[in-house]
């Protein structure tokens, strides 16, 4: 139990190795949705804290503007016009230390400021206003000209409003400076705020995240799950599909598709390799009966007639491993060199052989396309040998080029095609009569090869019924000669 406990430890910190860790794609995600969100989210708030602390500071200001007008009207009508120079230092003389606002006498006696702090006094004459004035700043420390004071009176900042008023002795300036103390509160309680909020809602996202990928990616759990369980004995299962039209499922479809295609190429090889195996079998069995049965009596064997026998199961055998490589070569993807080929010559040097029928062949003529010779070759001999096993006295072979296509046709005179089979005869190994196949020494996949090379030069092939009674084999393929102008020059 203990074994197992830590196994499972281990197993788990393993997992929470960096590399490991983030080769997850869950963990990928989340971690950068809040990587985004929590810059996205510290940018806001920086500019929420800009906002509401500009805000608050305009106000302040207005405020003070206001306040400053308002005392500005008062000394251009004279109200404070009792207010000698004089009188201002003697008041500035009783300042007590407790006072909120101060007054300060500038320069020649033309301008004062009144600087009101976190409570709300007026300028007053009357010396109960003046007993809060808490005490007298030099020039230095007050900068009557900017809007904000850079610098701080007891630790706090200042708003300043300045006007300037004519009067007869003199033009004032009168200043009024407003603490931002308050604005400070605000400001510190939205930033409070914003710094608890802040990491709970980019914790609340990042489980968001985490949860949303965990169940988005868990049909891909799922179809990673059953793909390590398919092997090749068991292609006939398939990976679990999302009853959704995302990209998911799409892959899911798409996966099945494939596993469908494996099967049938998978079963399609086992067929492919025991019908060659018993076309294999078939000639070498012969070879070796007759090989045998001659050495039983050797003096009484007719050697002449054994060898031809073998030569022709000989001959039978090469033709079907050199269909079988070339049909596998095809498949592969593995083309040799391409070129012009006359497939008339390929014609008359493949009736050059002798033949047990009657071939015509008047109506060959000259033919060119672009391609493998080898292959195309192939074509021409597979399909002449095929009309010559079934043909019974006849045969004919033409060609003719019509237009963009160069059209080679071989009949024979035998039994034909049954129309319901005529696909079904380019098929690997497909045996229509089994017993005179055989017997003809036929081998099974050449019409399957010749159907796969005509495909791979973009042309086609099929079987009609022939006026000689049997079968017409039909090859197109596009020539090589055409010119598409040329069907204008008239």
Request: aromatic content about 4%; glycine content about 6%; some cysteine.
């Amino acid at each position: 139990m203990s074994n197992r406990w830590a196994s499972r430890v281990q197993r788990r910190l393993a997992y929470l190795a960096p590399r490991r860790l983030f080769g997850s794609v869950r963990v990928r995600l989340t971690f950068a949705v809040s990587v985004i969100f929590a810059g996205a989210l510290l940018l806001a708030s920086a500019g929420l804290i800009r906002q509401v602390e500009s805000a608050l500071v305009s106000d302040v200001r207005a405020r003070n503007d206001a306040m400053v007008h308002t005392l500005g009207k008062m000394v251009a009508s004279g109200d404070l016009d009792a207010l000698a120079a004089q009188d201002i230092s003697q008041l500035l003389n009783g300042i007590s230390d407790s006072a909120q606002a101060e007054i300060l006498r500038e320069g020649l006696n033309n301008s004062f400021v009144y600087v009101q702090g976190a409570g709300s006094a007026q300028i007053s004459q009357d010396m109960s206003v003046l007993e809060r004035i808490k005490r007298v700043v030099t020039d230095e420390e007050v900068p009557l000209w900017g809007k904000v004071l850079p610098s701080r009176i007891d630790e706090q900042q200042y708003v300043v409003s300045r006007v300037e008023i004519p009067t007869p002795g003199g033009n004032i300036v009168l200043s009024v400076a407003r603490s931002l103390e308050e604005v400070k509160r605000t400001v510190d309680q939205v930033r409070g705020a914003l710094t608890f909020a802040v990491p709970s809602l980019i914790a609340a996202v990042a489980l968001s995240a985490w949860m949303m990928t965990g169940q988005a990616l868990r049909p891909v759990q799922a179809i990673t799950r059953r793909a390590r369980e398919i092997t090749a004995t068991t292609l006939d299962q398939r990976v679990p599909v999302p009853q959704t039209d995302d990209e998911i499922g799409q892959l899911a479809r798409t996966m099945n598709a494939m596993l469908d295609r494996l099967q049938e190429a998978s079963e399609s090889q086992k067929r492919f390799v025991s019908d060659a195996s018993h076309e294999l079998r078939s000639p070498v069995a012969s070879i070796r009966v007759q090989l045998e049965t001659a050495l039983m009596c050797p003096d009484d064997t007719d050697w002449e007639k054994v060898g031809r026998t073998v030569l022709a199961e000989d001959v039978r055998l090469s033709a079907l491993v050199d269909n079988l490589l070339a049909l596998a070569r095809i498949e592969e993807g593995q083309r040799r060199h391409l070129g012009e080929v006359d497939v008339d010559e390929l014609i008359h040097e493949q009736l050059s052989r002798q033949r047990r029928v009657t071939i015509d062949r008047s109506g060959v003529l000259a033919g060119r396309v672009y391609g493998v010779r080898d292959e195309l070759m192939s074509v021409v001999r597979n399909l002449i040998d095929n009309g010559e096993r079934h043909a019974q006295e006849r045969m004919r072979v033409s060609l003719v080029t019509k237009g963009p296509w160069v059209r080679l046709c071989v009949e024979d005179d035998g039994p034909g095609v049954d129309p319901a089979l005529r696909e079904k005869v380019f098929e690997r190994f497909a045996r229509l009569q089994e017993a005179r196949n055989r017997d003809a020494g036929g081998a099974g996949i050449g019409l399957a090869l010749t159907k796969r090379v005509v495909e791979a030069h973009s042309g086609r092939v099929f079987v009609e019924d022939s006026d000689l009674g049997g079968a017409s084999f039909v090859v197109e393929l596009p020539s090589a000669d055409f010119d598409p102008n040329d069907e204008f020059a008239d």
